[in-house]
């Protein structure tokens, strides 16, 4: 076959040598090479061993290695529930390593997805936690529905990293024992996701002759984070952002989390009995609050103010039993319900990081009860940590302390005190806190931005994002603000995701969306309004079961009714007043629900 595209493989490998190897290369210097579908496989292999010079990346750093280039064949959607295996297109799966500048640092670890039909655009994931475990841009975006194409099968190219430190090496309760290390703590806190990008750029520009016309960041808690970050210290690289519960003032939480466990090693410990007691109490006080007796806690700025910790109070005080809550026990929850100030102001003066939510404490997440998981663990705290049973709140605070400001591994965190530590903590929360609201760089390019918070949230307070979606209105204006970014909220759903009955345990919509929203809004300027929450069934065809409308901040509204908006179809358990259904959905909730089918 005498065509341009039969030599491919081989002028493929040669720009690539003579790219990316030389220092002084510049990446937009490639030659003009698309590969073909034919000679994809080829193509792709032709990556491997590769490298992109440490001098084309925008922050200091080694070269990247392409350690290894696979074609993948198009699989088909295969399982179910947590089975579930998505359909795959024709892809080249590339695998790297990105060398540090400190020998002693570990390297950041990428992978990116070239998909044969390429709709020239980028998706890069974001982490979770305190990262340290590849992110393959292979699954699914944070509140996809079962049925929801992966963003590769869209054709995005799709990225991840591991954030720039292993996890393996560490042991399972010293997580953020990485923090020792100046470079790997400057990579977690924003330097490993420019840099992944920045190679990935390379490597689309090298593969497919061109850059992509768009490139998104998508990620939720940590992820959520990286992607504000990404919009505040390198505005020029994406043109939207999608940010899930996003842990805006990072050293602050992990802080926070210290003076709700400590009251837990003298009595305020929590079984999952008592939480369950606190859940139905919550319930009780705070559901019907919305107009709908459903065992969900949607009117969640109206539940505080219902809520008298003392009517739980066991006889005397003392623990009596799970149907009560002793007087330290009141005094820890009351602790997750009060913010936590600071002695001296954090990155971009902040002192405060506010109070947590009430409500469906019991909700899976997406396992354990929401407070089992992140408050209580499933026993009394350990120092140091016992990563099996402890509360996710001691485990990733306690690390936070140790690795990250004391940078000592033997610190009793119980004695933790932030004032004697408050040059160390400022300079830690400039590293990894993204709590900046001048976004006016990434607007005045057409950067989109949209945040969901989760109102059942009980790893960190869906305030913080909130004020900071109040900080950056401040900052750019009202009008700047309502041009380029929307704040959704999801009542009743836990940091996962996911939303339930504290009554009955039955599934609420919380399934949604939100990469296509943002795409027609960066694409083709059509501005998101209400979107469309889903719970559909897990096995194939994945019927919908319920649906309700998600609202812009501060509307919680939980029925069609409320917004006008009606269904064509009644799926099971949509909550609406009886006899009032009927076919009259406008054309914007049509055309919303079907994106998410």
């Known amino acids: 076959m005498n065509t341009p595209f039969a030599r491919l493989p081989a002028l493929l490998a040669t720009a690539i040598a003579g790219l990316l190897v030389a220092a002084c290369g510049s990446v937009g210097t490639a030659p003009t090479l698309a590969p073909a579908a034919a000679d994809f496989k080829a193509s792709c292999a032709a990556l491997q061993g590769q490298v992109v010079a440490g001098a084309q990346i925008g922050l200091p750093s080694g070269n ?11 699989a088909a959607a295969s399982g179910s529930g947590a089975s579930l295996r998505p359909a795959t297109p024709d892809h080249c799966q590339v695998l790297g390593s990105i060398a540090p500048v400190d020998p002693a640092a570990q390297p950041i670890q990428f992978q990116v997805n070239l998909p044969v039909a390429w709709n ?3 998706l890069q994931y974001g982490g979770g936690g305190y990262n340290g475990v590849l992110v393959t841009g292979l699954a699914p975006l944070r509140d996809a ?11 995005y ?15 399972a309760n010293s997580i953020g024992q990485f923090g020792l290390n100046d470079e790997m703590l400057a990579n977690y806190g924003y330097a490993a996701y420019k840099k992944t990008h920045d190679v990935a750029l390379a490597i689309m520009r090298l593969y497919y002759a061109q850059a992509p016309a768009r490139f998104y960041y998508f990620g939720g808690s940590e992820g959520g984070r990286e992607g504000l970050t990404m919009a505040q210290r390198f505005p020029a690289d994406y043109d939207g952002i999608v940010s899930v519960v996003p842990v805006v003032q990072l050293s602050m939480l992990f802080q926070s989390y210290i003076p709700r466990t400590v009251p837990q090693f003298s009595g305020g410990w929590m079984n999952a009995g008592k939480v369950r007691t606190l859940a139905t109490y919550v319930s009780d006080r705070c559901d019907a609050l919305d107009g709908i007796a459903d065992g969900v806690v949607s009117n969640y700025r109206a539940c505080p103010s219902r809520i008298d910790l003392q009517a739980l109070r066991c006889n005397g005080g003392a623990d009596t039993g799970d149907g009560c809550l002793s007087d330290a026990q009141i005094a820890m929850v009351r602790s997750v319900h009060a913010p936590n100030d600071f002695p001296f102001p954090l ?23 929401t407070m089992t998981r992140w408050v209580t663990g499933s026993a009394v705290p350990t120092e140091p940590p016992n990563a099996a049973s402890a509360g996710q709140y001691w485990l990733y605070g306690s690390n936070f302390v140790k690795f990250f400001v004391t940078r000592d591994a033997n610190f009793d965190v119980r004695t933790y005190k932030p004032a004697d530590f408050k040059v160390r903590l400022q300079q830690v929360s400039a590293l990894i806190d993204s709590s900046n609201p001048d976004l006016s760089a990434f607007f005045a390019r057409g950067g989109k931005l949209i945040v969901r918070e989760n109102m059942g949230d009980l790893a960190q307070s869906p305030q913080a994002g909130i004020d900071y979606f109040a900080a950056v209105q401040a900052r750019v204006g009202a009008q700047v603000t309502r041009e380029s970014a929307r704040l959704y909220i999801s009542p009743a759903s836990t940091h996962s995701g996911h939303a339930s009955s504290v009554t009955d345990g039955s599934p609420v919509p919380t399934m949604v969306d939100l ?3 943002l795409d027609r809004w960066v694409s083709a300027g059509t501005a998101p309004d209400a979107l469309v929450q889903t719970v559909k069934n897990t096995a194939p065809p994945h019927a919908l079961r319920a649906s309700r409308p998600m609202c812009q901040y501060p509307d919680y509204r939980t029925t069609w009714a409320e917004t006008g908006w009606w269904p064509r179809a009644t799926p099971a358990g949509l909550r609406s007043p009886e006899g009032v259904l009927r076919d009259r959905a406008p054309a914007a909730a049509t055309s919303s629900a079907s ?3």
């Open 120 to 122: 020239r655009k980028a």
């Open 157 to 171: 190219v799709t990225l991840g990293t591991d954030s720039g430190h292993q996890a393996s090496a560490f042991a």
């Open 515 to 517: 990469l296509d929203p």
């Open 64 to 74: 990247a290695t392409l350690r290894s280039a696979t074609f993948v064949p198009a």
């Open 595 to 597: 994106s998410t089918a």
């Open 145 to 155: 529905a079962p049925d929801d194409p992966l963003p590769l099968m869209r054709g």
């Open 347 to 369: 990155a971009n003066g902040l002192t405060r990081y506010p109070a947590w939510f009430y409500g469906n404490e019991t909700t899976p997440d997406p396992v354990d009860a």
